[in-house]
């Protein structure tokens, strides 16, 4: 089983095993959403399915989600049974690419942990990485897979809403990590939500800081020196990621348990949920 990264050469081998194995494209442009299926349509790789950041990993209605912010988590029976019908199963092996230096992909990694669900891992390097090895790539719609049935279990990784969030506010028993880039953190720009800013008290760590130049996650040993940086003592258990709609915090989370760390906790309603909650504490600089 592969629980976090595969690399292309694993992916290669896997997949010529003959295994239950499911590979999700979720390729995407937050400013621009509509290129995901021109992108997917133009060049994805050999049999594998798309999963649109809107269409599947979001909910559309509020009585579908189950928080807020600008992309909700769809309740976990309806993410079951999407899986359901792209034929992934309970002992199917899934891995997920992007073309984004993971900053998609992920979304849908945590949300198969959260469904109970261990056997999902990140390509590593993406798409990018997939043809440097020399993988198959196709062009077009994909294949229609053939529907099973996803059973629901017990969450792997911890979902933190909004209330929790605001009542360990400043205490020890919390470290809220903010995956934005700097100049959004500090509230000098914001592109998408109402209110720039950040949360109070939280630490900021881009995501794209846990990447090479290349698209890859850096090596565990680089990873947990840096992460022990940004956490300057506090524990690693206390961490609740963010962002600003519960997407690109993952690959912190991600590169967490490469650096050694047991999970950690995920705000998915994210800046988008707070910045737009009245009452709430906003911060800058």
């Known amino acids: 089983m592969h629980p976090l990264l595969i690399t292309a050469a694993q992916l290669q081998a896997l997949k010529q095993s003959g295994q239950n194995v499911v590979v999700f494209d979720c390729s995407s442009d937050l400013m621009k959403p509509e290129m995901a299926d021109s992108m997917f349509e133009t060049e994805h790789m050999a049999g594998a399915l798309q999963a649109h950041l809107d269409r599947n990993l979001s909910a559309h209605h509020d009585a579908d989600a189950v928080n807020g912010g600008r992309h909700p988590l769809p309740a976990r029976e309806k993410v079951a049974a999407w899986l359901g019908s792209q034929g992934v199963g309970n002992a199917t092996q899934v891995v997920v690419y992007d073309r984004q ?3 998609y ?11 109970g669900h261990d056997a999902v891992a990140v390509l590593d390097g993406g798409l990018q990485a997939w043809k440097a090895a020399g993988g198959a790539v196709a062009s077009g719609a994909a294949a ?4 099973t049935s996803f059973e629901v279990r017990p969450a ?9 969030v605001v009542a360990d506010l400043g205490r020890p028993a919390q470290t809220v990590v903010d995956a934005r880039g700097a100049p959004r953190y500090r509230g000098e720009v914001e592109p998408l939500d109402p209110i720039a800013g950040h949360i109070p ?8 800081d846990n990447f ?3 698209g890859f996650f850096k090596s565990p040993e680089a990873l947990k020196a840096e992460w022990d940086q940004v956490l300057a003592g506090r524990s690693a258990s206390t961490v609740v990621h963010h962002c600003g709609s519960g997407v690109s915090a993952v690959p912190n989370l ?3 348990e490469l650096a050694g760390y047991g999970p950690t906790a995920l705000y998915a309603g994210s800046w988008s949920e707070w910045s737009r909650t009245a009452g709430l504490p906003c911060a800058k600089g």
């Open 212 to 214: 090479t130049p290349e």
């Open 144 to 147: 229609q897979p053939t529907a």
């Open 101 to 103: 230096a993971g900053n």
């Open 156 to 164: 792997l990784r911890e979902l933190v809403f909004t209330d929790k």
């Open 105 to 115: 992909c992920g979304r849908l990694w945590w949300m198969l942990k959260w469904l």
């Open 254 to 256: 991600i590169a967490m």
């Open 201 to 208: 008290g939280a630490l900021n760590r881009p995501f794209t």
